[in-house]
């Protein structure tokens, strides 16, 4: 499939089937993460694979929503501020959540590549998954991605809209 097929496709996955994810396909789904590109590669991101079933359940509690609870598996993305490189021409801006968000996209999109589904989680609690997952006062989590076999019979596909290129494009 062509990588514009592949994106087309992907959707953002709200029902899993209660299989469990093989570990290899979790190992591949974080190789294709860590080779992301970040800036001057510092490769700030922090993965937390959490597949235990009570880590799994505090971790709900940072966003409580029943289709959550489906995923066998979550992904955490995090960044850690002490390696994220900051903008130091004007306003150090830390870069590290572009790092993370481009390393998470490749999550989204080798998932999919082998028929895994996955939703880009931002509205949680970060106070409780800081503290769930231990992290560091220099760690941050970005997103959780649910991750899992799709459940055909529940999913939902939306349609998926986007502006043009006309609306969303300047040419100077």
């Given at each position: 499939?062509?990588?514009?097929?592949?994106?087309?496709?992907?959707?953002?996955?709200?029902a899993y089937l209660p299989r469990p994810v093989e570990?290899?396909?979790?190992?591949?789904?974080?190789?294709?993460?860590?080779?992301?590109?970040?800036?001057?590669?510092?490769?700030?991101?922090?993965?937390?694979?959490?597949?235990?079933?009570?880590?799994?359940?505090?971790?709900?509690?940072?966003?409580?929503?029943?289709?959550?609870?489906?995923?066998?598996?979550?992904?955490?993305?995090?960044?850690?501020?002490t390696v994220s490189w900051k903008r130091t021409t004007?306003?150090?801006?830390?870069?590290?959540?572009?790092?993370?968000?481009?390393?998470?996209?490749?999550?989204?999109?080798?998932?999919?590549?082998?028929?895994?589904?996955?939703?880009?989680?931002?509205?949680f609690n970060p106070a409780i998954l800081s503290e769930?997952?231990?992290?560091?006062?220099?760690?941050?989590?970005?997103?959780?991605?649910?991750?899992?076999?799709?459940?055909?019979?529940?999913?939902?596909?939306?349609?998926?809209?986007?502006?043009?290129?006309?609306?969303?494009?300047?040419?100077?």
């Amino acid at each position: 499939m062509k990588l514009k097929e592949l994106i087309e496709s992907r959707y953002s996955v709200r029902a899993y089937l209660p299989r469990p994810v093989e570990e290899e396909k979790i190992n591949y789904i974080l190789e294709c993460a860590r080779m992301a590109p970040s800036a001057c590669n510092l490769q700030p991101w922090r993965f937390y694979v959490v597949r235990s079933q009570d880590v799994m359940k505090k971790i709900q509690e940072s966003y409580n929503r029943e289709w959550f609870k489906t995923a066998p598996t979550h992904i955490v993305v995090c960044k850690d501020s002490t390696v994220s490189w900051k903008r130091t021409t004007s306003d150090n801006k830390d870069f590290g959540d572009v790092d993370a968000a481009i390393a998470a996209e490749h999550i989204c999109l080798s998932a999919a590549e082998i028929g895994l589904g996955t939703c880009w989680v931002c509205n949680f609690n970060p106070a409780i998954l800081s503290e769930v997952l231990d992290l560091s006062t220099n760690i941050e989590p970005i997103a959780i991605f649910p991750l899992g076999y799709i459940d055909e019979e529940k999913s939902f596909v939306p349609d998926k809209k986007r502006s043009s290129l006309s609306e969303i494009t300047k040419w100077i």
